[in-house]
């Protein structure tokens, strides 16, 4: 696979560090990492992103296997089997289009998160959990970033490189984490959720904002192409 840009995770700024930031090898936890796809793209050169699909996609994408891989690497210095890597859930950020009023959902991913499982039992329903964000600064020159991370960052320091930071080192606290990430795995786990569970609710009540889209999918999930 042609190598992309580096996942770089920083040092914490703390000290000491966060127990999270880098955590041991040997600590259950669920971890989850999201950020526009087009950072994605920069370390995933080759993997492959839906296009098109809102409400119609298989879960999980493939590019959201290698995504999880490339963190544990990343994290742990092991690059685990598919067969190790437990994905718990996806998030799919399609574009809206804020422009108009009302504003109007657009069948075109561009933000995308993957949760995933280290060590956690099966039956264990509220495992720790480490956010991690990727921060894009190519169409800001960093102005994002540095809104909202806790030290200031240069984008010409970062050539080659995604700049991917753990909830210890970022302005906001996360502390909805750990009940926002479990939920949404256990969800993921009785139910298939068509795109997001919050998309569907907004499609159901402004089904105005996405022309052109329709739901339920057609065909169910598993017998789609994309
Ligand atoms: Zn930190």
Request: aromatic share 10%.
């Amino acid at each position: 696979m042609a190598s992309g840009h580096e996942l770089y995770i920083g040092p914490c700024i703390h000290d000491p560090p966060h127990p999270l930031h880098l955590p041991t090898l040997d600590r259950p936890l669920r971890i989850h990492i999201e950020g526009p796809l087009v950072s994605i793209q920069k370390l995933l050169p080759e993997a492959e992103w839906p296009k098109r699909g809102l409400f119609g996609l298989k879960f999980p994408q493939p590019g959201g296997i290698e995504l999880a891989k490339l963190v544990h690497q990343k994290l742990y210095g092991e690059c685990p089997r598919d067969d190790e890597i437990v994905l718990g859930d996806e998030y799919l950020g399609w574009i809206v289009d804020r422009t108009v009023k009302p504003w109007k959902v657009l069948d075109e991913l561009d933000y995308y998160g993957v949760t995933f499982d280290h060590l956690v039992p099966p039956n264990d329903t509220d495992p720790e959990v480490l956010m991690l964000n990727i921060f894009e600064m190519d169409d800001d020159n960093g102005e994002f970033a540095n809104k909202h991370l806790l030290f200031s960052v240069d984008p010409a320091d970062y050539e080659g490189k995604v700049l991917t930071t753990p909830r210890c080192c970022q302005k906001k606290k996360g502390s909805m984490d750990r009940k926002n990430m479990n939920e949404m795995v256990a969800e993921r786990q009785i139910k298939y959720i068509p795109g997001t569970y919050h998309l569907k609710i907004n499609y159901l009540m402004f089904p105005e904002r996405f022309p052109g889209i329709l739901y339920p999918p057609i065909a169910p999930p598993w017998d789609t192409d994309n």
